[in-house]
């Protein structure tokens, strides 16, 4: 690899230049390969959209503690739900009123966001930072991997400048806009402002 070129960067494709053999360029991007895991910060951005605040009372006066309902409640559509939106099931042996630790909440979230990073590690084929990631990432929980799938065709243009855009319109009906917004942001700068 030349000198100029920064040597923690990794090589995403290497060819001939010309016809002769020996003449072989290499570029380079900072944007991760595959596998793809979330941080910590999607956590905490997701917690905030699903829940209305990180800690304190939300806007239904339930009390969330990092990003989490603890109580079992019923949600809009008076659906059993806890943690970080998590629809209960009978695996789940919760009813409406209890309660669950904090951590087994983070293993209900992380349990729930299996589809949507399996979604985005095998549609998406092109390199992306860890907050492109996450945005996609935050979007398909939301729409499900289905939902994303017009997205993951767009982002493989990679035309990354475009994709910010793109997010913002994607399936905001429901009012989803403000949630397609903070995604789009994440998406461009990496800011994982979830308020609302």
Excluded at 111 to 129: H, K, M
Aim: charged share 25%; aromatic share 8%; hydrophobic share 35%.
């Amino acid at each position: 690899m030349p000198d100029s070129l920064d040597s923690t960067l990794t090589p995403i494709v290497a060819g001939p230049t010309n016809t002769i053999s020996d003449s072989v360029k290499s570029g380079s991007t900072a944007r991760l390969g595959k596998p793809w895991t979330v941080s910590e910060n999607l956590l905490q951005f997701l917690g905030t959209w699903e829940n209305g605040v990180l800690n304190g009372k939300n806007f239904a006066h339930q009390d969330v503690t990092n990003g989490f309902i603890l109580k079992v409640y019923k949600d809009s559509r008076g659906l059993p739900t806890v943690g970080c939106g998590h629809l209960v099931v009978a695996a789940d042996q919760l009813k409406v009123g209890e309660k669950i630790t904090d951590v087994r909440a983070k293993e209900l979230l992380q349990d729930d966001l299996t589809a949507a990073e399996s979604a985005v590690n095998e549609e998406v084929r092109v390199p992306l930072y860890q907050y492109e990631y996450d945005a996609l990432v935050s979007l398909t929980f939301n729409t499900g991997a289905h939902g994303a799938s017009k997205l993951f065709k767009a982002v493989n243009k990679g035309k990354y400048e475009l994709i910010p855009a793109t997010i913002e319109k994607y399936r905001t009906g429901g009012g989803n806009e403000g949630r397609r917004s903070s995604e789009a942001e994440l998406f461009k700068s990496g800011s994982y402002d979830a308020s609302h």
